[in-house]
């Protein structure tokens, strides 16, 4: 009986209050239906909360006598409605609200009981059990999960629960949702007890049939005779019994964990598990898969159909031993007597299935060799087992037995008579589903005795296995022995230079896999070396391919007239060289190289690095390109012209190099001689190697700094060493030695713009000692081109003085100052002029006309040609001449400003001038309207008197006093006293116009204009070297002209060119004084060069002080772990411990000299020269 508390007794109140509003009993009868409905409700509400309450603390409690009582089969329980809900509610209303509470109790309590029964399952508890059922529990109690029942479980234990279910009156056809009855799991699990229960034998005849094994014949007989008709649930077969309803009161409660019970089945075969049960098995099938042989007999006696299939189209005999394969253990005798069984029931051997497909399948014969039973191969043998099926993973029997290396069965297998034997193919040569024969497997396997087996049964040794014959696969394995077997077997048919698919023969895979053992064997079996595949690759490109060193020097050395002729043999891609250098393999270029082998040549781009664009490229562009430093250094090594022959492209290998973003060749290309400028011969896209490195690499700037750095070194000493030499390496500035143009490098870096700040460079030290020396080599010609302009500019202002100084001052003109002498000096300084510039025209071409330098030029010259006719001229209006005059002094005067910038001391300050200006000139046309606005406010308050007596003259007036020339007594207080105004609002203008104009826009112009001296100074260096840079090309250019040697005697022009031609290194003794080139460089270039030097010895001394620590840390921890092994190993604990502490000391001892090494180190450092830097670059924001 149930007991509800008050709220439970309040809610059914409530809910017939609900119920009682209306017009009367008549609206109560006819929307009975409508208040059972909402009054299911309240009480559904009231059963769950009283659902979790345990079973067994329910309670009775009486029920007032005024509640009407109802009897149902589930039990004795009493209706808890009120009599306020029962007097408002029709009889068959209340019936109906009785009968499903009630209904709804007992369902619950059934639930909970069969849950109690399933979980005790596991306990076996037989007292237990019973009073569950007794209690109400179902022996047909099921998982609701997958349909499993206590019955299945029942039947995979040897206990006497069946029975009890049985007497409880248990479903035995019971089906889970796989289609397995209780028979299935009695015949899985091998209880014969729980199989003859099933079958409903007699008490006696069961145990009879438990105690004797195996059956005797009168057992046999009576099982016949019991069994007649046979029982239904003998040859059941396993069918999807998924959309089967389960009865209520047969499930479990939600809380039975369901997955315990699916844990403890069999597995299915599904897609997940590929071995497992399988639709249409029967129990027979059952008990083979698990070899149980007394369940066997016992089922075949009852008459099961030892002939059924299941999906598969496998009968009983075809899964003997199948759960071997499902991870249980089979033992051979079991095994063994299942078989025996089986095929003296009549039941024969299929060989053939309906579907190819079905024909990999697991059989009996394939288990026999899996469990290694030989009695069981042999009979399966002799009943017609074919040797020749695939199981499930696609091997034949004799390959399971190479993978066990099981001799006896292979013998046995490969030995064996058979009926359908293929006369034109032996069963030995039977191939798996990977397509290897047993030969080939036995190979593979490196099993030797399994191969001896094969070729004893006349296994073919030429029939191939994807593409390769046993052979092949032989000469690839590390096993001599087997490769003897089968050479021994070749030299008798002929067989050793057999090729496979790709035209291959076994020297060919043992060159490919390293077996430099077998390589010995073939060829000295007589294996022909000069065999070619069908790709005309021959040993030698094999060799080089893979990388086999060992086995490539001794094909070199076997035979060299051969080596010679296939040295340099193409295949369709090219020689072997090719490959070594492709596959980076440098210690066998080396000795392809040694050989002969040719680095100069050219191979096709079928396959190569840009073959979309090329036609053709050299061993070093592919090395380059897959930066394959070793490699392209000892093609280097052997021929140093390879770094400037070009590709089809006209692309060097510094080209491709950039292209790719090797650094490491890069670096290496320089070294070895590469040009940084180099554009190529008939080239396509007209970059130096520069443009592209720029461009692809990442942080370019600094990578060409770290490459400049690198020529400048002090061979690891420091500079307070007295032998100390400082060596600068311009090799990277002027890489050909024959080549006089040797500026081409520096104007490739600033044609290359200035994106990543680039033009830095041009201040490291490398390049400004560079510049130097160029400039005083080219010294002289500056100096002409400097007194021919000076000499210009001296006659063009006498012979101004002469016309109009001496006219002026009315003073005759002395005889040194007549112009008709010096206007000859003039066209003939001016002709001079004119045929320089010519040659500079010529020789840079539009680049020189867009300087607006070019045109000044232009402009004096014509001034000053113009000149003399202007004044010869009789007019009495000189103003003309005068301005003519005027211009031409002014032009030619900066033309010699702008000359005197090319000086390294100077020329800076001019480039700073030039900056500072455009700064000026970019505020004040920022402010030009302010600066009007006030000079027009001038003129119009001074009536345009002096000095506003106009707009333009008010304008220039104001300019004058933004200079502080306010000249305020006279222009202001003067003026203004005679105009008799006001002066109140003039004084407040000049007021304003101090302020904002001469304090506020002066400082303006100031502060921007000179606000960072530092990188003005920067700046107007890298300009100045621009500069340098360009006229230094220009008259490298001239001196280089071809016209020029033609019309110079060969003597003066040769010392022309060795005075311009700089030596590629020169070397500086910071310690000694009196050395020549140390005297050559200003004291600023010199010390910044002596600067990176001491900056790069003492990354030096931190990076060897690291490897040293390194070192000996690497030391401790090697000393530390051998004192662990030596304590492992030590009987005596008292000299183990001396011992480590001795250790110890001497790892301290090291430590301190560590400590005592970074010390010194840190000093030198901080003790070393303080040079003043030649120029500290900010980076830019």
Known sequence: MIRFKNSHRDEAKSASFHLSQGSGDSVLTDNSSNVSDIVERRLEKVHRQQKSRSLDNRRTVEMPAATPTTSKPGGNLKPFLPAALVTNLTKNSLEILECTLTMRQSATHVTRLNTRLIESMAGGEMAFMNRMMAMG?????????????????????????????????????????????????????????????????????????????????QIAGEIKYHSTPVHALTNITCKPNVDAKLQVNWSDGMEHNCRNIKDMLPPFQNEQNKHGWCYGWTALHAACARAQHHCVELLIAAGADVNAQDQLYRTPLDVVGYAHYMGYKIEEKDFKATINLLLTSG???????????????????????????????????????SATGWNSEGETAMHICVKKRNKELLQLLADFKYSNEDPYLATIDVKNKGGFTVLCAAIKEGWTQGVCIALGAKASITMKANGESPIHIAAQMDNIDILRQIVTIAKLTNTLDFRNEKGETALFKAITHNQLDNLKLLLSSGSNIELKSAMKTNIFHIAAKHGNDNILEYLLEYNPHVTVRLVNKFDNLGPPLFYAVRYNHPVCAALLISKGAQVGIYVQCNECVGKDILEWTSLLHIAASKNYCEIADIIIQHDSNTVHCPDSAGRTPLHEACTNGNREMIVLLLRKGAVLSEVGKHSKSKLAPIDILINNLSKPT??????????????????????????????????????????RVINALINTGNRYDQHRLLLHPLVQTFLFLKWQSLLPFFYSILILHACFVLSLNIYALSIFYYKDQKEDVPIFFRSNVWIHFIYLTICMIVIQEIIF??????????????????????????????????????????????????????????LLSRFPDWGYYFFMFGKVASKVLKILLSFVFLVFGFSVSFMIHFHAKPPFEGPWSAFVATLVMMTSEFNYNESFDKKLSELSEPVFMPRIIFITFLILVSIVLMNLIVGVAVNDVNNLEIIGSIKRLEKQVEFISSL??????????????????????????????????????????????PTRLREATFERVQLQKKQSDEYQGSMVFQMKLDEMSSTIKGIADKQCNANDTSSTLNQIFNELHDLRSDMDKIKQYIEITKRRSLCSNKSTPLLAVPKQQ
Request: with cysteine; net charge positive.
């Open 841 to 898: 025209v010529k020789m840079k071409s539009k680049r020189y006309l867009l300087c607006w330098e070019t045109w000044l030029k232009i402009g004096y010259i014509t001034l000053a040609v113009y000149l003399p006719r202007i004044v010869s001229w009789e007019t009495n209006d000189s103003t003309g001449p005068r301005l003519v005059a005027t211009l031409a002094l002014l032009f030619s005067w900066f033309e010699m400003m702008f």
């Open 1036 to 1081: 490298e250019d001239i001196v280089c002209n071809k016209f020029l040697e033609s019309i110079l005697p060969k003597r003066l022009y040769s010392k022309f060119k060795n005075n311009i031609k700089l030596e590629s290194v020169i070397v500086l003794r910071p310690r000694k004084a009196m050395c020549y080139n140390r005297n050559r460089f």
């Open 702 to 743: 600094e990578f060409i700094e770290e490459i400049l750095d690198s020529y400048i070194s002090s061979q690891g000493r420091s500079l307070q060493e007295s032998n100390c030499e400082v060596v600068v390496d311009y090799s990277v500035l002027i890489p050909r030695e024959s080549d006089m143009k040797q500026m």
């Open 347 to 385: 039941k024969k051997i299929v060989k053939c299935r309906c579907s190819p497909s079905l024909n990999s399948i697991d059989t009996p014969l394939h288990t026999a060799v899996e469990i290694e039973s030989e009695a069981s191969v042999e009979q399966l043998l002799l009943s017609g087992a």
């Open 137 to 217: 529990a179902s022996p047909n109690a099921t998982c609701r999960l997958n349909h499993v029942s206590v019955c299945h479980l029942a039947a995979m234990q040897n206990t006497d629960v069946l029975e009890l279910l049985i007497k409880h009156g248990v479903d035995v056809y019971r089906a889970d949702k796989e289609g397995r009855t209780p028979l299935h799991f009695a015949a899985w699990a091998g209880n014969v007890k729980q199989i003859a229960l099933l079958l409903s034998f007699p008490e006696g005849l069961r145990k009879r049939i438990v105690e004797t094994v195996p059956l005797s014949s």
